[in-house]
């Protein structure tokens, strides 16, 4: 999720993670080479609203502001919700710029609003 300036809430497209091998752990973000961040995820339509759907769910549930990633996995029953990251990373391995790149955000405009965002909310 991507607060606005104006409060609105913008529902990044979701991230498809194959793994190199096993579990998507450590090894398999940081170090296998053959696991796969598809931005955005081959996921049906109706897969993707309802994992965005989820997400936005989850950030106002949880009172969060600014941005968050809001983690799932999709079975064959559905989507399973994991947990919200209220900071999620933001360096060259993290996906949330990827997430931001893909819907057409760029990075340092991204970060500008952040810091607007947050210099409103402190002279509340």
């Given at each position: 999720?991507l607060?606005?300036?104006?409060?609105?809430?913008?529902?990044?497209?979701?991230?498809?993670?194959?793994?190199?091998?096993?579990?998507?752990?450590?090894?398999?973000?940081?170090?296998?080479?053959?696991?796969?961040?598809?931005?955005?995820?081959?996921?049906?339509?109706?897969?993707?609203?309802?994992?965005?759907?989820?997400?936005?769910?989850?950030?106002?549930?949880?009172?969060?502001?600014?941005?968050?990633?809001?983690?799932?996995?999709?079975?064959?029953?559905?989507?399973?919700?994991?947990?919200?990251?209220?900071?999620?990373g933001?360096?060259?391995?993290?996906?949330?710029?990827k997430?931001?790149?893909?819907?057409?955000?760029?990075?340092?405009?991204?970060?500008?609003?952040?810091?607007?965002?947050?210099?409103?909310?402190?002279?509340?």
């Amino acid at each position: 999720m991507l607060e606005q300036l104006d409060g609105s809430l913008i529902a990044l497209p979701p991230i498809e993670i194959i793994p190199a091998d096993g579990p998507f752990d450590y090894v398999a973000k940081y170090l296998a080479k053959a696991t796969q961040e598809i931005c955005p995820g081959r996921f049906t339509p109706e897969i993707s609203g309802e994992l965005m759907d989820q997400a936005l769910k989850a950030h106002r549930a949880l009172s969060c502001s600014g941005y968050s990633r809001s983690d799932f996995i999709v079975t064959q029953n559905g989507p399973i919700y994991l947990e919200t990251n209220t900071l999620p990373g933001l360096t060259k391995a993290s996906l949330y710029p990827k997430a931001l790149k893909a819907h057409g955000i760029d990075f340092a405009d991204f970060l500008k609003e952040q810091i607007m965002l947050a210099a409103s909310r402190a002279r509340k």
